[in-house]
């Protein structure tokens, strides 16, 4: 046995104006699942304690709730030493028990062909590709964390999860395009939040939506900005129009360190980095030329597709993936690094590459920085969603950042510049920054930290406090580190 303490949000509507946290002591066998700590609490100390729990083996779905913020099902997650377990992110009835019902009613259903009709089965092939969708328990773990559903009608995750199941399946006879787009199919972030809570891994992001989306485009749902973006990108190959000077102009396509070298990589800019926030990339450069790494740009390289895959426009997509990747391989490079996290998650997952690719973040915690002097600032980061979920980077930002200035956390929460949504919907992504100002007036900092462009530029348009890319913050912490060293030349 084990003593464990934790902390229950506790709301019970009949008595309570607000949720209230309750402490508990309670022993529990080693191996204990978070579900045990509530059956104990419930049996020995608070038989008022209300939960909903069934199978006690992760099939139903009904014992979701919180850990530490997360969403998780009680009966599958390790109950540890201090935890806080709060109800999901729905309307509560009483304590840990919330409102489903409004949701799943929601949820669309197969509508058979009427009588007499001839019904044909699915194929083999359709059914592989229902099988990565059905899997769902309707925990709605992941309606509670989608930041759409906060600003706009959005039915949600799980919706969306369902309309592309239904439109794989031959035995329905549903109009699943047209309803998925009324229901909110393109107001999505492509944060990937739900997938990543989802306790049976469904990735709805890229197993529903985006092909929800490519299904809505060739019926000619697409919206026009959406439209207007792809025609940029074949007259182009870049997704934004050039208003200054690119990056790529500014620099040599071989650039060697100051130093001895210590790795070499190719660099692939990205449309933002290359034509927006030149200045950052040129940070970067500056970064790690002092760190050791010889960086090669090949001039070839044009946009990486994201802007089209995430919005359902994939007609053109072999074409971005050959150019891209001849332009690396050609020279031989085996290591391509990204800057954009929305590049980077894009090279990783929607490529098949021969080259390893990694992000700026990974290339310098990988082979070590020198030290920066330390700045007197309080910062924030944002995790940009395409670094954090979409390639597993958390750490490394942080490990970066901690070197130069004074870390404080808010919460990982979409700032509303992906999925298309900033182009498409500019009043969804404004709502969403908006939601990003009030964090971050939170945290008292007195810059916000990101490595993403397109969150940089976002965010910045919905706070009054500087944005700031990690290699910049970086750079200045080389600087100043310059200065001192020239100043005690001179004392």
């Known amino acids: 046995m084990k003593e464990l303490h934790v ?26 699942r978070v579900l045990h700590i509530l059956h104990a609490i419930h049996d020995t100390i608070d038989p008022t304690l209300a939960y909903r729990y069934c199978c006690g083996s992760g099939q139903c779905g009904s014992c979701a709730v919180r850990v530490n913020g997360e969403p998780v099902l009680a009966c599958m997650e390790e109950a540890k030493d201090g935890i806080t377990i709060a109800p999901l992110n729905l309307p509560v009835r009483q304590d ?23 019904i044909r089965l699915p194929a083999k092939a359709e059914i592989d590709e229902i099988k990565p969708l059905r899997d769902c328990i309707e925990c709605m773990a992941c309606v509670s964390v989608c ?20 439109a794989l399946d031959p035995r329905d006879t549903g109009c699943r395009v047209p309803d998925a787009v009324r229901d909110g199919l393109f107001t999505c972030t492509s944060c990937q939040a739900c997938w990543k809570v989802c306790p049976k891994n469904i990735q709805i992001p890229g197993k529903a ?15 026009p900005r959406h439209l207007q973006v792809a025609a940029l990108i074949k007259e182009t190959g870049r997704s934004v129009v050039r208003t200054a000077p690119s990056f790529m102009e500014q620099v040599g396509t071989i650039i060697e360190p100051y130093g001895p070298v210590k790795a070499t990589v190719g660099f692939f800019v990205g449309c933002m980095y290359n034509l927006r926030q030149q200045q950052s990339a040129l940070d970067a450069i500056e970064v790690l030329k002092r760190n050791g790494i010889r960086v090669i740009i090949p001039r070839e390289q044009i946009c990486c597709g994201s802007p089209l895959i995430r919005t359902g426009q994939l007609d053109y997509i072999d074409t971005l993936r050959k150019r891209n990747i001849d332009a690396f391989q050609t020279r031989g490079i085996d290591t391509v690094m990204t800057m954009c996290a929305g590049c980077g998650s894009t090279l990783k997952h929607d490529y098949v590459t021969p080259f390893r690719v990694m992000d700026i973040n990974e290339v310098l915690t990988k082979y070590g920085i020198e ?14 969603c395409h670094l954090m979920r979409g390639q597993d980077i958390k750490d490394e930002p942080r490990q970066l950042i901690r070197q130069v200035v004074d870390l404080v956390e808010m919460p990982a929460i979409c700032c509303g510049s992906g999925g298309g949504v900033k182009s498409g919907l500019p009043e969804e992504a404004a709502a969403l920054g908006e939601k990003r100002r009030e964090e971050i007036r ?19 348009s919905h706070s ?25 030349k001179t004392e």
């Open 147 to 166: 930041p759409a559903m906060d600003v706009t009608k959005f039915l949600g995750p799980t919706a969306m999860r369902q309309e592309m199941r239904l």
């Open 7 to 32: 902390t229950i949000q506790r709301f019970d509507p009949k008595k309570d104006k607000a949720p209230r946290p309750e402490s508990y002591t309670v022993s529990v066998h080693e191996g204990a």
């Open 209 to 223: 939506i985006e092909k929800l989306r490519a299904l809505a485009n060739k019926e000619g749902f697409a919206l």
């Open 442 to 460: 939170k945290t008292g900092a007195d810059v916000v930290i990101t490595s993403c462009p397109f969150c940089e530029f976002h965010i910045a």
């Open 464 to 488: 009054d406090k500087p944005v700031k890319n990690i290699m910049t913050v970086l750079l200045e912490g080389y600087r100043e580190k310059d200065r001192q060293a020239e100043k005690k």
């Open 371 to 384: 030290p920066p002097a330390r700045l007197p600032v309080k910062a924030t980061y944002h995790d940009p």
């Open 96 to 118: 840990l028990i919330v409102d489903l019902l409004p949701k799943i009613q929601q949820i669309a259903s197969l509508k058979p062909a009427a009588a007499g009709r001839e």
